[in-house]
């Protein structure tokens, strides 16, 4: 009898420790990010806060690039999403999207700029050295963060490569393990993809925030 009540206990709290999974992981439902992805854990950082959200209600896109709307957004919402009066600055920015707040925040504080044209670009996408150059002037200027640390950039084969006005920003997050090299390269002018701002951000977020 002792053991019967034993294991009803048992298998009582085996189900209420399954019911509790499903909520518990909900940021790793993308079917497109497996928990063995190298990004895995950063995915379910920014999607459990808020940060970052999926393409669609069952994918991540983790390989697709990360445009300037995505990413002032993402550092919108890290910021609380304060109140900001829409502007017109930019032409291609009108009132109402949903990066239209994100856009007239961001440029405020100086973290973006936009195109000699008058425009944003909210759908180009983002490289890695504008992505270290977002995050550097976010962490400096808008939160007045200690952005010192820097890393050599000499053992890598592409450092030339690094446009003059990232080198500060890219020696920075190599330093802080934001911006990650790929087989020996910095690959400054190629597309950040998703899984690598979540990275980049989920880092950002514990190091700093």
Do not use: C
């Amino acid at each position: 009898m002792k053991f019967m009540k034993r294991l009803s206990l048992f298998l009582l709290v085996v189900a209420l420790l399954v019911t509790m999974i499903p909520s518990a992981f909900a940021a790793n439902s993308f079917t497109d990010v497996r928990s063995t992805d190298w990004f895995s854990d950063a995915v379910s950082y920014v999607q459990e806060r808020g940060l970052m959200s999926g393409t669609s209600a069952t994918h991540f896109s983790p390989n697709e690039p990360t445009t300037r709307a995505m990413l002032v957004t993402i550092l919108y919402r890290i910021e609380g999403e304060p109140s900001v009066s829409y502007s017109g600055k930019f032409s291609d920015v009108p009132s109402g999207r949903w990066y239209s707040k994100a856009v007239e925040w961001a440029a405020a504080q100086g973290i973006v700029g936009g195109y000699s044209n008058g425009k944003f670009g909210p759908e180009d996408s983002v490289t890695r050295e504008q992505l270290a150059a977002i995050l550097y002037r976010y962490a400096g200027k808008t939160k007045g963060f200690d952005v010192s640390a820097s890393a050599s950039l000499s053992g890598y084969t592409d450092s030339a490569k690094v446009s003059a006005y990232a080198q500060s920003a890219v020696k920075w997050a190599i330093a802080t393990n934001l911006l990650l090299p790929t087989s020996g390269k910095l690959n400054a002018g190629a597309d950040a993809t998703r899984a690598e701002v979540a990275v980049a951000v989920a880092r950002f977020h514990q190091q700093f925030v």
